[in-house]
C-alpha cells in the first residue's frame, strides 16, 4: 500500500517537467523552487511511509497537510505569480518550525512521557494549527519588512530580529505553563479523605468524601497517592511529565519519571534517567539518584523505610484448582478461606479480605458474568456476600467500599452495604478513598 505515495511522487514529477515544457517557464528562480518542492514532496510522501500503520490517523493528517502545503506552492509557482517568493517563505519557515518542533517540545519539557516516540507523538491538530499560523505571521512579517523597509534598513531589521527572539521566549514560558496541569484546588468544605476519578472525557481529578470536586479534573493520568503526617501526596501524569501535588493542586517535584510510594514511609522513592533515589514528603532530595533499582535502595537506607508488620494470614494461590484461584492460611497451614471463590486480596486496612471472582469477566457471546465478588472477615466469614452483579474495592481508608453496577453506577458503601455516597454514572473510573494525613 506504501509504494503507491511513491507512485504518486513519480506521477507528480513527470507531471510537473510536462508542465514546465508546455508553458515554457525558464526563469531561473521559478526553476530552482521546483527543485525545492519536488525535494519537500518526497519529505511528505516519506512521513506516510514512516508512518506506523493506518490506524495512526493523527500521523496521516499531519503528512495530509505537509503534502497540502507543497502542492499549494506548486500551483503559485506554476501560475508565475508576482509573489511567488511569499509561498517559499512561507513554506520554508513551515518546516524548519515542523522539523524543530521535537526538539522544542523536549526542551520545554524534558521529563515528557514520549520517549522514543518523541519525533512522532509530539505533533497534534493543535500543535501544528499553531506552527501554521506562527510560520503565515513571521511570513507576513517578512513582507512587510520588504515591501515598507527595503533591504537597507539594519538597524530596523536588527530590531525586528530583536522583537522575534523576545516573541519566542515569551510564547515558550507562555506554552510551557499553560500546557501543564493548573496549579490550583477548589475552595470545599474540610474535608479528610479524596478519591482519585476520570470524568467522561478522560481527564482525572480528585473529589472528597461528600463527592465534592477538590482538584479538577485536568490531569491525563492518575498512579497512585498517600497522605503523609504534614501533607497528601499524589502522582499524576501526561504528556508533557510526571507530577507529585498536594492537596492543592501544587507542584510538589516535576523533574522525575516516576514515584514510589512506601506505606509505612514519611519518604518517596522517586526515579530519574540516572536512577532511583529518595525524596521527602515535601520533594526535597535526600539521596542521590544513582540506584539501579528501588530494592537496592530500601538496602542502604533502612532507617528510612521500616520493614512492614508481618501478618500472620497469608494468601497463597492454589495452582491445581480447575480455575486459578487463590486462597487464605495461618501461619500453622490451616485454612480459613478456601479455594475456588477467586482471586484474594487484603482491603486497605487489613481488616477484610476481598475476593473477586472474576467480576469483569463474561462468557463468550454472552452477558452471563463468569462469577462476583464479596468480602470476607479474618476469620473466614462472609461479611459481604458474593454477587455477580456488582465489582467491589476494598482500597479505602475510610472503611467504605467502593462498588460499580454493571451499568457504570459507582458508589462508596458500608461493609452492610449501605450507600454512603453515590456517584451516579458521571465517571468512567474511580479509586479508593485516600486520606489527607497519616496518623
Known amino acids: 500500500m506504501r509504494y503507491i505515495y511513491w507512485a504518486v511522487f513519480a506521477a507528480v514529477l ?26 519537500l514532496l518526497a519529505l511528505g510522501l516519506l512521513f506516510f511511509y514512516a508512518a506506523d500503520g493506518p490506524d495512526n490517523i493523527q500521523e496521516r493528517i499531519l503528512s495530509c497537510v505537509h503534502l497540502g502545503i507543497i502542492a499549494l506552492s506548486f500551483g503559485v509557482t506554476l501560475l508565475d505569480l508576482k509573489s511567488c517568493w511569499v509561498v517559499s517563505a512561507f513554506l520554508g519557515i513551515t518546516y524548519v518550525l515542523l522539523a524543530a518542533y521535537p526538539m522544542f517540545y523536549n526542551f520545554v519539557y524534558p521529563y515528557n512521557n514520549f520517549g522514543e516516540d518523541l519525533l512522532w507523538a509530539v505533533y497534534s491538530p493543535l500543535a501544528l494549527g499553531v506552527i501554521l499560523v506562527l510560520a503565515a505571521g513571521l511570513t507576513g512579517g517578512i513582507w512587510l519588512c520588504v515591501r515598507f523597509l527595503g533591504t537597507r534598513h539594519p538597524v530596523k531589521s536588527m530590531s525586528i530580529a530583536l522583537g522575534f ?30 478519591a482519585a476519578a476520570e470524568n467522561k472525557d478522560g481527564k482525572w481529578g480528585f473529589i472528597n468524601e461528600r ?6 479534573f485536568v490531569y491525563g493520568e492518575y498512579q497512585d497517592s498517600l497522605g503523609y503526617g ?32 512506601m506505606d509505612d514511609s514519611q519518604y518517596i522513592i522517586a526515579e530519574k534517567w540516572s536512577g532511583y533515589g529518595i525524596i521527602d514528603s515535601q520533594g526535597r532530595t535526600v539521596t542521590d539518584f544513582t540506584y539501579d533499582d ?27 484448582a480447575e480455575l486459578f484461584s487463590d486462597y487464605v492460611a495461618d501461619s500453622t497451614g ?18 477484610y479480605f476481598l475476593v473477586n471472582a472474576g467480576w469483569f469477566v463474561t462468557y463468550e457471546n454472552t452477558d452471563e458474568r463468569f462469577g462476583g465478588c464479596g468480602l470476607y472477615d479474618r476469620q473466614g466469614n462472609p461479611v459481604i456476600p458474593i454477587n455477580d452483579s456488582r465489582g467491589l ?29 453515590d456517584l451516579g454514572y458521571d465517571y468512567d473510573n474511580v479509586k479508593g478513598m485516600v486520606g489527607i494525613r497519616r496518623r
Not at 492543592?248 to 523533574?255: I, P, S, T
Open 14 to 39: 513527470i507531471l510537473v517537467v510536462c508542465v514546465r515544457k508546455m508553458i515554457r517557464k525558464e526563469k531561473k528562480g521559478i526553476r530552482a523552487l521546483d527543485v525545492v518542492n519536488l525535494f
Open 334 to 351: 490451616n485454612v480459613i478461606i478456601p479455594s475456588d471463590l477467586g482471586y484474594i486480596s487484603f482491603s486497605r486496612d487489613h481488616k
Open 393 to 421: 474495592w476494598a482500597d479505602n481508608e475510610n472503611g467504605w467500599i467502593l462498588a460499580q453496577d454493571l451499568d457504570g453506577r459507582y458508589y462508596f458503601t458500608d461493609i452492610h452495604e449501605n450507600v454512603m455516597l
Open 294 to 320: 528501588p530494592d537496592a535502595l530500601l538496602e542502604d537506607h533502612p532507617e528510612l523505610f521500616p520493614r512492614e508488620t508481618k501478618e500472620d494470614l497469608q494468601i497463597m494461590s492454589d495452582f491445581d
Open 165 to 194: 527572539v523576545a516573541f519566542v521566549a515569551v510564547l515558550v514560558f507562555g506554552a510551557k505553563e499553560a500546557v501543564k496541569p493548573p496549579q490550583r484546588a477548589n475552595d470545599v468544605e474540610p474535608y479528610e479523605y479524596l
Open 230 to 261: 504534614d501533607t497528601f501526596l499524589a502522582h499524576v501524569s501526561d504528556d508533557t511529565g510526571d507530577y507529585l501535588i498536594n492537596e492543592k493542586g501544587k507542584y510538589v517535584r516535576e523533574d522525575c519519571t516516576d514515584y514510589i510510594f
Open 211 to 216: 463527592g465534592q470536586v477538590v482538584l479538577p
